[in-house]
């Protein structure tokens, strides 16, 4: 686990040693144990080291033994001893204990098609010396990022965009055509990139520079088509064993492990079969928030000290209050992006927590987008119901739902919430209706918001709607979900902020071999009778109590909307103010204290919306305006004093 760089110099100029420093120490956080470099000519490759697999003879850049192979890796190979038991078998040499070496003699044996026998997280720069070939790529679901920049004179990659930025020539501007595509998701979808000149290198997909070509391709896909020869006893056994192999796989580790442990059924999955693997008991993490109502909402401590008595793990957990404040402009600059998700917020913080023991973690990311998790899902069912209602009393409905007060951080008034957005896109096309619940903001409100002539364009799920070719509903919208939300949202939040803090996050539900098990499965095994996640929990039967498995689901962020309305409200009238919002010069001040006041009134949730306006502008203030952290920490705490 690491960060990686380089720069390929198009140009044919010498590539500079110091320049690739440049690179490293800015993400030094990613690695603080070891770094290096190997530079030959016009192209350099380089790294910030965690060690975590062969600690002491694992440093990077690596080389075959003629050094004719040189290679940069971030991330892990969970397969790495089957593979580089096959390659010795065929002569191949090793001088290391790390898994990033086989990819080195892999690359040898089988050339590019290489990526498609790996199974695990990585992203990685090879340089071909005899070819003189540069070869860059990225995991098939997108679990570590990778960026990208090319100008006239050389090519450029790293793991984080900042490391780009510190390049002689880069400036951080910001690209005005994504601003409405982040502002429709809350993140910033691949290809794009908040910076103007950078982009992302989408998931699964490997970049080639050679004599001054450049080929990009995408080497992986989720295959669109689904089984029907299983019944579901059969499903739930190849759930229970593909999920019981990707765990034992990803405890791989010569450094300590533990657990993120939130007792949510995909947490308490990974924990129990963690439990079921190891012969030492299993360390867990859990966090929750100190307050009222709305934090009474995000604290699931209760469930997850069930969980770790139940499999007795040794537990630690945190009761939280966070300087929010504080925190932003800092995690802000980690993430590169802004970003509307306030799990970006807790993860960071339940990270922070972990390192003091342990330098690996393992996390259920990616169990609801596998396997149905989110009530989101259920719009064509609800759909489908509504319709069926004589035509007055669907207007009837539709009318009293618009006049609904919503809040998420209420129980009640986020029922009501719900019951808005599901009303609203009844009578939608499946796609449109889909789009409808992820947006953070329409298409209309967005082209009343912003100044000029940039409008929204596509939106950016259309090509993933376009690519997901599954018939049914449901597969469908996990296919899209699997492209968008999953590496460029949770994904990348999960990976900044736990390499914040020099912690390495790994996901076994994100296995593909478990991945594509799942997409092969037929929606009305994933959700059953209403039942969300059908066949995991019957899968998970034998392992967790019903309770766990049955219980409401609660997101892992934090109560933004509450706190915005609470002890944050004079933070974001200050930064959304008629003044800043003109001075910064890309919306229309009266259109964003609309939202502010409709979110106060409980006429809307706007928690989304306002926190990927109030990201926006504290980001602006880090990368745009050149200022620090801290610098932007001080002001912000100044609005509350």
Known sequence: MCGIHGIYRLDGAPVESAHLSLMGNITQHRGPDDEGQHIDGDCGI????????????????LSNRDGSLWLVCNGEIYNYRELRAELQAKGYQFKTGSDSEVLLHLYDAEGDDFVLRLNGMFDFALWDARRRRLLIGRDRVGVKPLYVMQ???????????????????VTAALDPTVVASYLQLGYVAAPGCIFKGIRKLPPATLLAVENGKIREWRYWRIAPTIRHDWNEAQWIDQVRTSLQRAVSMQMVSDVPIGAFLSGGVDSSAVVAYMARTSSAPIRTYAIGFEGGEAEALYNELPYARQVSKLFGTQHREILVKPDVVGLLPQLLWHMDEPLADTAFITTYLVSQFARQDVKVILSGVGGDELFGGYRRYMGGHYARRFQALPGWLQSAVGFAADRLPADR????????????????????????RYTSY???????????????????????LAQAFADAGHEDEL????????ETQLPDDLLMLTDKMSMAVSLECRVPFLDHELLELAASMPSAIKIRDGRLKHVLKQALSDVLPDDILNRKKRGFGTPMGAWLKRELAPLLRRLLSSEVVKARGLFVPAVVSGLIADHEANRMDGTDALLSLMNLEIWSRVYLDGRSSDDVALELKSYLA
């Open 475 to 482: 597969n469908r919208m996990l296919a899209v979900d699997a």
């Open 151 to 169: 100008d006239g004179q050389r090519l450029a990659f790293a793991t984080e965009a900042k490391a780009l930025l510190a390049l002689p020539g």
């Open 438 to 460: 992820l947006q953070v903001l329409g298409q209309d409100l967005i082209a009343k918001l912003m100044l000029g002539e940039q409008g929204c364009g596509q939106h950016p």
């Open 409 to 432: 951080h209420s129980g009640l008034l986020n029922t009501l919430r719900l019951a808005k957005g599901f009303v609203a896109s009844a009578g939608m096309a499946p796609d449109a």
């Open 46 to 61: 380089a790294m910030r080291r965690l060690s975590i697999i062969d600690l002491a003879g694992g440093h990077q850049p």
